[in-house]
């Protein structure tokens, strides 16, 4: 099953901007997670945030949850070429220690 | 943090054979959980594996197809049986842990890549 669906499908912008991505979930969660992959491999963790929280910041990556919409953004700021990967969105669907569902992923593509 | 092992990383199989995927913990961690990523999508949940217990299977997986053993809490292998070229796709092993932050979390192995032909 696929819990979110992300938004966009995929994005191209120059380093220095900002890149925005956009997730949408279907089920209660207990927390919500993005990780990065690059080039098809391993999953990097990135942020959580949990239910109860509404912004939460790390480093360039700043995160929203709004539990009334279902869907979280993740905007990272000032980017750079090494941040061009897929961006995913994970949760756990409010049952806490089972399987992440993930979202379809947003791919970034930074320039220089 | 648990750490990974998975192997093999990468492989090119004939169709009709079958390729069995390894992952070693260098923890012990009750819950694993085995993923596959097909070529430009997202990880999908192939089922779960607790020590001791059959494996849970997602709807559209069967065991048939991705048998899967845990015989202990830090290791798991998952068969990609009778492979056809649609079988051609990342996986990925996953475990849950805990954490101070989250109380729990996830790791990742580093995937392996097959490829059918």
């Known amino acids: 099953s696929q819990q979110g669906e992300e938004d966009p499908q995929a994005l191209s912008i120059q380093e220095g901007e900002n890149a925005t991505m956009n997730c949408s979930y279907k089920?209660?969660?207990?927390?919500l997670q993005w990780y990065r992959q690059n080039s098809g491999r391993g999953l990097v963790h990135l942020i959580l945030?949990?239910?109860?929280?509404r912004e939460k910041h790390s480093g360039r990556l700043r995160v929203t949850l709004d539990t009334s919409k279902k869907s979280s953004s993740l905007l990272i700021t000032a980017s750079r070429a090494a941040d061009t990967a897929s961006y995913f969105c994970?949760?756990?669907?409010?049952?806490?220690?089972?399987?992440?569902?993930f979202g379809k992923g947003t791919t970034l593509s930074v320039s220089s | 943090s648990a750490v990974i092992s998975q192997k093999p990383s990468r492989d090119i199989c004939q169709r009709g054979t079958s390729l069995t995927i390894q992952c070693q913990v260098d923890?012990?961690?009750?819950?694993m959980f085995w993923y596959r990523q097909q070529p430009g999508q997202s990880l999908t949940l192939i089922a779960t594996?607790?020590?001791?217990?059959?494996?849970?299977?997602e709807s559209g997986f069967v065991i048939d197809k991705f048998p899967i053993s845990r015989p202990n809490l830090t290791f798991s292998t998952l068969t990609v049986s009778n492979m056809s070229p649609e079988d051609s796709s990342i996986y990925l092993c996953?475990?849950?842990?805990?954490?101070?932050?989250?109380?729990?979390?996830?790791?990742f192995g580093s995937g392996t890549r097959l490829t059918v032909v």
């Open positions: 996953s475990v849950l842990t805990h954490n101070r932050a989250t109380n729990y979390g996830y790791t």
């Open positions: 089920t209660s969660i207990n927390n």
């Open positions: 945030i949990r239910s109860n929280e």
């Open positions: 994970a949760t756990d669907e409010g049952q806490a220690g089972t399987a992440l569902i």
């Open positions: 923890s012990q961690v009750t819950m």
């Open positions: 594996a607790n020590q001791g217990s059959e494996a849970t299977y």
